[in-house]
C-alpha cells in the first residue's frame, strides 16, 4: 500500500500535487467566502485556451533537446508583425485571425531557422542563449514598431501621427472571435469553445507530428545525438525543425492570446509571454529534456487557475494584494526547480 | 636517486597473493610477484588480464577501496604496505610513467617536471601567511629539470611550453618528472612504447636500462614481447587475474609467452572451410583509413565473402573497433569500399543503413540505445529512419505516422525470438540488464533486414547466459538467414568459436588474417605485431 502511494507521488511528480493542493484549496476558500465560482471557472477556462498555445509553442524545443525555450518572443513578435499588418489592412473577424496567423507563419519559419542556425553555433547554451537573443530582439523590434510605415489611424499614436501605439485595441474587429464561436453557458459557466477547440486542434496536431517519421527523429536526436547519428539522423537539421517549429506555434499562439485578451501588446510586451508559459509546461511535469501534450495540458490548467483564483480571495482574506508577488514567487520558482532537475519524468 | 637496495636481498617490491573482486567478479586470483632493486621486471598479458586493477592496487587508487578494497599484501622493501591514496605511495617513492600523458599543456617543460614539488624561496609575505605564498625557485627549478632531462637522454629546452611537443618528447618528460624525484625506489613504465617511433622507443629502453642500473626498481608493463626479450631481466605473464607462468626472458621464445598470453580457447571452433562459401565477394575494402580517437585504423585493406562470419580482433587502442566505426559513417573515414560490387560512399551513415548495412556499436548506452525511450521504438528506429519501415503510408515521405500496431508486434516477435526478459515492449531500455540491452540493440539491426551485419563487442559486459544467446542469434542471422557478419571482439575466445577467419590488427593495420585454429602462438605474436613470427607460427600450425 505504502509502495503504491509512493509509487503514485512519484509519477505525479511532488511539485505538480502541491500546486494541485494549491488550487483545490484556492477554490475551496473562494467558495466558502461565497464567491461566483461560475464566473472563476469561467475565467480559468478561458484563459486555458488564451495561454495554450504559447505554452504547447515549448514542447518542440524541449523535445529537439533546446531546452526551455526563452528565446519565444522571436516567435511572438513574428505573431505580432502578422496581426499588425491584419489590422493594418483592416481584416475583421475569423479571416483576420488566419491572415495573421499565416503572416506570423511565414515570418516564423525564416526567424526559426536562424534561431535554429544560432543555437547549433552555440550548443549547450541553449536556454541562455535564448533568453539573451529575446531581449535583443524585443529591444530591436521596439525601434521598428515606432518606425514602421503603418497608416491606419487606429493603430499610430493620436499626437503625431508615426509610430505604433504600446497597446492595439481589437474591439470590432477581431477580439474574442474564436472565444465566442459555438460558446455556451453551462450553470453560469461559459465556455470559449472556438478558442478552446482550436488549443485541442493544434494540440493534437503537434501529437500527430511527434508521431511521424520527422518527429521521431526530432525526439531520437534528443535523445542521444550519437545515436542519432549512427541512425542515419543529423541533429544538426532536427535542432533546426524544433526551433521552426517552436517558433511557429509561438506565432501562432500569440494571436490566439491577443484575440481573447482582446488587445494585441507591442514593445516591450512579448518580453514577457516565454516566463509564464515556461512556468505553465514545468508545473504539469516536464523538464528542461522531456515534456509531454499531457503536461501542456495538465501545467496550464493548474497555473491558470492560480491566476484566476488568487487574485480576488486573497483580497477576499488578506488586506492588500498578493497575488501578483504569488505569481512571480510560483512562476520563477518553478523555472528555478526544473533547472535543478536533469532527469526525465514521465507524464 | 637512491642505489640501498640494490646489493640487500630484500626485494623493492613484493605482492603476495594479490585477490581484487568487482561486484563479485573475481579479476585477480591471487598475484604474486617479485621485483628486486636494479631489476628490470616486465608484467605482460592481454587487456583485462589485470595488469591495471594491480597497478591501481598498488597505488592506493579510490578505486580500489571505494569497491571493498583488495586481498593479500603488498611488501615495499621488506615491509607491508597498503596505500589508500596514490600520494602516500608517491611519498613511499613509488614512481610512474603513464600510458595517456598527465602533462599541463599551457605550462613549461620545467614546470610540470616540478609540478606540486617547486623549489622555493621564502619572502616577506610568506613570512606572515606560511610557506603556500613562498615564491618559486626559477633557477633551482630550471636546474633540475635541465638534470633530469639530461639522464633521459632529452635534449630539448626546459622552459618550451609542454602544449605542441611530438608524443615521443611529452612520455620522456614524464620519465624525466618521475627521475627527478629523489626518493625514487621503484618505478612502473605502462606501455611507455605504444605511442614512440623505434629509435624513440630504442632511447626509452635504454633510459629503463640506466634507471635499473643505478639500483632502481623497474615494472614494465607491455604487449611488445620484442622488447620484453631486450631488457628485461625476469617477466610475470598475467592471464585472466592468474599468473599463467615466469618464463626466463633470456631463454624463452617469443611464441611460448604469446602462448601463455593468450591460452586455449574455450569452446572448439565452429568455424568452416573457406571452401564451402561462394565466390561473390560482399564487401572489400581497401586502404581503409578512420580517424576514431584511440581507435586509428591506417590503410586496412580486407575483403569479405558472401556468407561468411570475419572476425577482427587485436588488442585495445589498436584499431579494430574503428573499422567497423569508420564503414558505418560514425568517424571520419577515407579509402575505398564497394559493396556487392557496387561503389559505397563513406562518410554518410544514412547511406551505409539504406545499402542494406547494420551496426551494432561496441558503445551500447552511448550510441546503441535511446535509454529513456521504450523497446519497441529502440527497435524500429533504425528501419523507420532508413527504410520508411513501420509507417502508415501519407502523400509527404517525411510526415508519414508512425504505424504503432505494426511496430508493437514487431517488438514483441523480437522479444520472443531473442529471449529479451522485460515486462513488455513499452518498457524503458535504460531499465533493462547489459545484456537485454544487447539484445535489443541487435533487434534494431536485425529491423534493418541487413545484408552485411558488423557487430562490436558483441558479449561485452553481459552475464554468461545472454553472452550465449547472442552468439546462438549471430550463427543463425548467418547460418539461416545468409546475413554476412563482421564481427570485432576483444575474447579472442569468442572470435575464434564463431568466425570463419579472423583479422588482427596491431596499431591500426592488418597484422595477419589467421584461420581460427591456428595455433595460440600464431594470435599472440599477431596481437604484438611481429607478422613475421605470426606467419611463420601459423605454417607450423597448418
Known sequence: MIERVRALLREAGIPRLLIAAFVVALFTVAAATHMNLADLITDSIVRVARNGVLVLALLPAIQGGLGLNFGLPIGVICGLIGCVISLNAGVPGVSGVLLSSAIGVALAVPSGIAYGWLLNRTRGQEMMVGTYL???????????WLLAPFTNPTLVWAIGGKGLRTTLSLGGIFDKVLDRWLAFTVAGVTVPTGALLAFFAICALVWWFFRTRMGISIAAARGNPRFARAAGISDERTRIQASVLTTVLAAVGIVIYSQSYGFVQLYTAPLL????????????????????????????????????VALPVTSQVIEGDISETARLIIQNGMILYALTRTGGQRG | MSATSTTSGTPALELRGIVKEYEGNRVLKGVSLTVKGGEIHALVGENGAGKSTLMNILFGMPVIHETGGYGGDVLLGGAPVRFTDPAQAMEAGLGMVHQEFMLLPGFRVAENIKLNREPSKPNLLSRIAGPGLEHVDVATMRRDARRALDRVGLGIDEWLPVAGLPVGHM??????????????????????????????????????????????????????LDEVKSVADSMTVLRDGEVAGRPDPKTT??????????????????????????????????????????????????????????????????????????????????????????????????????????????????VGLLGEESIELNIALSALEAHGRFLHPFPIPAFRPLNGKEMRGHAREMIRRLDVRTTGPEQQVRRLSGGNQQKVCLARAMALRPRVLFVNEPTRGIDIGAKE?????????????????????????????LCDRILLVYRGHVAAVLPPDAPDAAFGLAMAGDEVAAAAAKGDGA
Do not use: W
Open chain 2, 253 to 366: 621464445s617469443v611464441a611460448r609467452v604469446a602462448e601463455l598470453m593468450v591460452g586455449r580457447p574455450a569452446g572448439a571452433a565452429v568455424g568452416r572451410r573457406a571452401a564451402e562459401l561462394g565466390s561473390e565477394i560482399a564487401l572489400s575494402v581497401e586502404r581503409l583509413n578512420v580517424r576514431m580517437p584511440g581507435e586509428p585504423v591506417e590503410n586496412v585493406s580486407l575483403t569479405v565473402r558472401r556468407g561468411e562470419v570475419l572476425g577482427i580482433g587485436g588488442l585495445a587502442g589498436h584499431g579494430k573497433l574503428g573499422i567497423a566505426n569508420g564503414i558505418m559513417g560514425l568517424y571520419p573515414a577515407t579509402g575505398t569500399v564497394s559493396l556487392f560490387g557496387q561503389p559505397f560512399g563513406l562518410n554518410d551513415a544514412r547511406e551505409a543503413l539504406t545499402r542494406g548495412l547494420a551496426f551494432v556499436s561496441e558503445d551500447r548506452r552511448g
Open chain 2, 469 to 497: 544467446r547472442v552468439l546462438q542469434i549471430l550463427v543463425s542471422l548467418n547460418r539461416d538467414e545468409g546475413v554476412t557478419l563482421i564481427v570485432t571482439s576483444s575474447e579472442l575466445a569468442e572470435l575464434r568459436s
Open chain 1, 134 to 144: 529575446g531581449f535583443a530582439i524585443v529591444s530591436g523590434m521596439s525601434i521598428f
Open chain 2, 171 to 224: 612520455q620522456f618528460i614524464e620519465i624525466a618528472r618521475e627521475v627527478d624525484k629523489a626518493k625514487l625506489r621503484l618505478i612502473i613504465f605502462d606501455e611507455p612504447t605504444a605511442v614512440l617511433t623505434e629509435s624513440e622507443a630504442e632511447r626509452l629502453l635504454q633510459s629503463m636500462r640506466a634507471f635499473a642500473e643505478s639500483g632502481v626498481a623497474v615494472l614494465f608493463i607491455t604487449h611488445r
Open chain 1, 273 to 308: 509571454m516565454a516566463f509564464p508559459a515556461i512556468a505553465c509546461i514545468l508545473i504539469g511535469g516536464a523538464t528542461v529534456s522531456r515534456a509531454t501534450i499531457t503536461h501542456v495540458l495538465v501545467g496550464t490548467f493548474l497555473f491558470q487557475s492560480i491566476l484566476t
